[in-house]
């Protein structure tokens, strides 16, 4: 009962604090007008209570509470530095996003420290005992994703409650149910009881996870036949990845085969408890393969040195790095399990303790201004401004002022009183023009030095130069205030293109930028826009990073419309598949 009883308090504190957060950005006073008092409260509203869920089975134990105050600590202070450096100079109440990202990384960080603190409350000793780490990490992500399920089912239940009373004209149940002060109490409230549930059925607890590693355990069998005909394709293709220069390959899907692997293989290993995970004839191959994950992992960092070296670090990339180190360190303990004596890949236990304190380290840092993922990638756009000027590409101004939060808006007011380095006075003038916006869609506000760049645009086919009357005319249009974004994405990033696109045996050119694309025509003499273009993908692709790319090796054709337009009258209808 003191179990239940402490996981009901917490249930009902956090859902009435989430309440009052929400009311308070809602109605614009503090904390909300604090973005540092913000960010840290939702840290901790967020992550102590659930953790004292979790943990409600320890409630007699004074370690139980010193170690949710040290986490309520560290989370605070967390939140704090995000609001206070990161989202301070660009906090909009209502924005999913700045909250998003920081519950992300908190949650892996959370998930990653509170195994350790179970396996204290367990075995009263610091020092890690693998089976209890194994068993409470698992546990948890078992625990979570049922009391996840499970209240999202609870509200499936009230959604038909109100559309049948709705169907009746009594509409009192649906108001109710979309009130604030009804959805956060309630929705915490339901989770803590699904936890306490859950966890009470402890047999149950265990049955389940059984099933699922067994059932993942023969997936790695699969992921192995993937990981060893992957890599001898790629090692057919590491020559042209490493003379060329250019990302032949992206870094994430060969850091997710990396994860996944890694994932099914701790399934197989379990807590090292079991004599033969699988028969011979299957251990020792997929024990083989277990080595190519060092060559899948520095093709991920090679991948991304090469974007790093050509545009700099952004916060996405030193998150990558990240990820891409603690692969190499999976990578690299797998390896030497692999070929260890003893039981199969018997020394896998050292190997995940070692890398769950290096990785908690890391992200816990990367919380702080010491490792901040938004300070490093502000002084490295910041000196990529100073080493080559405004003609790069992916306007780092813009990233600077927008996208790295109060550390780039003050290597931004640096730029703006710069007096020495690459084109020192325009970089002075763009810098302060691009402090003074309030908005990244903002239009005439940043001068840009747009010869500069049509001078350096990736042109094809090879050889092809714009001339004088193109120069001018792609000038006067780019010129225009709505046109700046797209001199913000412009020369690496974008393209231009000489190609025949009616058939009438006369080139049209398109500047191609990240998914649209601006086409003129040669008429008379003069060049003319006739229209923009649009990526015919799915909304949302990204593809501007490897524009230039395909541009230079040649992959440019034209492919006629598989529909004609229907006209009927003046009216044309155009099929969009």
């Not at 996981?7 to 604090?17: E, F, H, M, R, T």
């Not at 540092?36 to 004292?52: C, G, I, K, Q, S």
Request: positive net charge; contains cysteine; proline residues 5%.
């Amino acid at each position: 009962m003191r179990a239940l009883s402490l996981i009901l308090v917490a249930a009902v504190l956090q859902g009435w604090a989430l309440f009052g957060l929400h009311h308070a950005l809602e109605q614009h006073h503090w904390p909300a007008t604090s973005p540092a008092w913000t960010f840290a409260l939702y840290a901790v509203t967020l992550f102590v209570p659930a953790t004292l869920e979790l943990l409600a089975e320890h409630a007699r134990a004074a370690a139980l509470w010193v170690t949710v105050a040290v986490l309520g600590l560290l989370y605070f202070y967390f939140g704090w530095h995000h609001g206070a450096h990161v989202a301070a100079d660009s906090f909009k109440p209502q924005s999913g996003p700045d909250y998003a990202v920081l519950a992300f990384v908190l949650g892996v960080l959370w998930l990653h420290l509170l195994p350790f603190a179970q396996c204290r409350l367990v075995t009263g000793r610091w020092a890690p005992q693998y089976p209890v780490l194994f068993a409470a990490a698992w546990r948890n992500a078992l625990v979570l994703a049922e009391a996840g399920t499970f209240t999202a089912l609870f509200w499936l239940l009230l959604f038909l409650w109100q559309m049948l009373f709705h169907m009746l004209g009594i509409d009192f149940f649906r108001e109710l149910f979309q009130k604030p002060i009804f959805i956060y109490p309630v929705t915490s409230l339901t989770f803590g009881c699904a936890v306490h549930l859950i966890g009470s059925v402890e047999k149950m607890t265990s049955t389940v996870l059984e099933q699922i590693l067994s059932l993942l355990k023969w997936l790695a069998v699969i992921a192995g036949a993937i990981l060893a005909f992957f890599t001898l394709a790629l090692l057919f293709n590491l020559p042209n990845l490493v003379f060329s220069g250019q990302k032949a390959i992206g870094a994430a899907w060969l850091l997710w085969l990396v994860a996944v692997m890694v994932l099914l293989l701790n399934a197989a290993y379990r807590d090292g408890t079991v004599a033969k995970a699988y028969p011979g004839w299957i251990a020792q191959p997929l024990r083989a393969v277990v080595p190519l994950l060092i060559i899948i992992s520095i093709t991920a960092l090679y991948a991304l040195y090469v974007r790093t070296r050509n545009f700099g670090l952004t916060v996405d990339r030193v998150w990558a790095f990240v990820v891409a180190g603690g692969a190499m360190l999976y990578s690299v303990g797998y390896t030497v399990a692999a070929f260890s004596r003893g039981a199969w890949l018997g020394a896998i236990a050292r190997v995940n303790i070692g890398a769950a304190i290096a990785l908690s380290a890391v992200i816990g840092t990367a919380l702080t201004p010491l490792l901040s993922p938004y300070r490093l990638a502000a002084d490295s756009q910041f000196h990529r401004v100073q080493r080559r000027g405004l003609a790069v590409s992916e306007n780092p101004l813009q990233y600077l002022r927008f996208r790295t939060g109060r550390y780039g808006t003050q290597r931004l007011q640096e730029l703006a009183q710069a007096t020495t380095g690459v084109d020192a006075p325009n970089i002075r003038t763009a810098a302060a023009a691009m402090l003074a916006r309030q908005s990244p869609w903002e239009a005439g506000a940043l001068p840009m030095d747009t010869a500069s760049r049509l001078s350096r645009l990736t042109i094809y086919p090879v050889g092809r130069q714009l001339d004088k009357p193109l120069t001018e005319a792609l000038l006067a249009d780019l010129g225009k205030p709505e046109r700046h974004f797209i001199v913000d994405r412009m020369s690496d990033v974008g393209a231009g293109v000489f190609v025949d696109l009616n058939g009438d045996k006369t080139d049209e050119f398109v500047l191609v930028f990240a998914n649209q694309a601006l086409a003129y025509e040669h008429r008379q003499g003069e060049w003319v826009f006739i229209g923009t273009m649009f990526d015919a993908r799915a909304p949302g692709t990204r593809s501007g990073e490897s524009i230039a790319d395909d541009v230079v090796q040649g992959r440019v054709t034209v492919d006629r419309p598989k529909w004609n337009d229907l006209m009927i009258g003046t009216r044309r209808y155009r099929l969009t598949p």
